[in-house]
T-cell receptor
Framework: DVKVTQSSRYLVKRTGEKVFLECVQD?????MFWYRQDPGLGLRLIYF???????EKGDIPEGYSVSREKKERFSLILESASTNQTSMYLC??????????FGPGTRLTVT | GQNIDQPTEMTATEGAIVQINCTYQ??????LFWYQQHAGEAPTFLSY??LDGLEEKGRFSSFLSRSKGYSYLLLKELQMKDSASYLC??????????WGAGTKLIIKP
């Protein structure tokens, strides 16, 4: 059964902290994605990766970085968390251009 | 620019039929996805249309017209558990998807 897991369901951090969100998939998918989802807005792509050590900026990469050292693992890093980064963060993976499978999401609150 | 439009919210009655529309304007087109997302949960895949026409999958069907930049998701025999947001997403030209804001569907008894 397809599975994408994320390190935390809920996270509370203070302004200025460095935040790590980790995503792991067990489907041997080449592509992995990080999105954020806010009320009234569609899913917005932060970064994606189509191979190990490869990354591409999405629509809103400012304030974020990513790391993909192993095929199954894709990490999102907030270098210095700010209150406007309070959001739901969703990780997804896919094979080529086919459907994306999502993790359960991490609801991050920055105070 | 690239744009996907869906109604923000729809209400329907248990047992009835509802059609959720999606119109898109994108720089390219390789396919259109529909996802379901229950409140507080991750989106789950419903359907994928590449060619024009209707794809049926149980109570759910999805239609695509590429010339009109238009798709709809048809839900039949509505059940309370169908209360969710329905997301339309277009695959324009690479591995990325362009997402609509989603349609919140409320089912009333």
């Amino acid at each position: 059964d397809v599975k994408v897991t994320q390190s935390s369901r809920y996270l509370v951090k203070r302004t200025g902290e460095k935040v790590f969100l980790e995503c792991v998939q067990d489907m041997d998918h080449e592509n992995m994605f990080w999105y954020r989802q806010d009320p009234g807005l569609g899913l917005r792509l932060i970064y994606f990766s189509y191979d190990v050590k490869m990354k591409e900026k999405g629509d809103i990469p400012e304030g974020y970085s990513v790391s993909r050292e192993k095929k199954e693992r894709f990490s999102l890093i907030l270098e210095s968390a700010s209150t406007n980064q309070t959001s739901m963060y969703l990780c997804a993976s896919s094979v080529a251009e086919y459907e994306q499978y999502f993790g359960p999401g991490t609801r991050l609150t920055v105070t | 620019g690239q744009n996907i439009d869906q109604p923000t919210e729809m209400t329907a009655t248990e047992g009835a039929i509802v059609q959720i529309n999606c119109t898109y304007q994108t720089s390219g087109f390789n396919g259109l996805f529909w996802y379901q997302q229950h409140a507080g949960e991750a989106p789950t895949f419903l359907s994928y249309n590449v060619l024009d026409g209707l794809e049926e999958k149980g109570r759910f069907s999805s239609f695509l017209s590429r010339s009109k930049g238009y798709s709809y998701l048809l839900l039949k025999e509505l059940q309370m558990k169908d209360s969710a947001s329905y997301l339309c997403a277009v695959h324009p030209s690479n591995y990325q998807l362009i997402w609509g804001a989603g349609t919140k569907l409320i089912i009333k008894p």
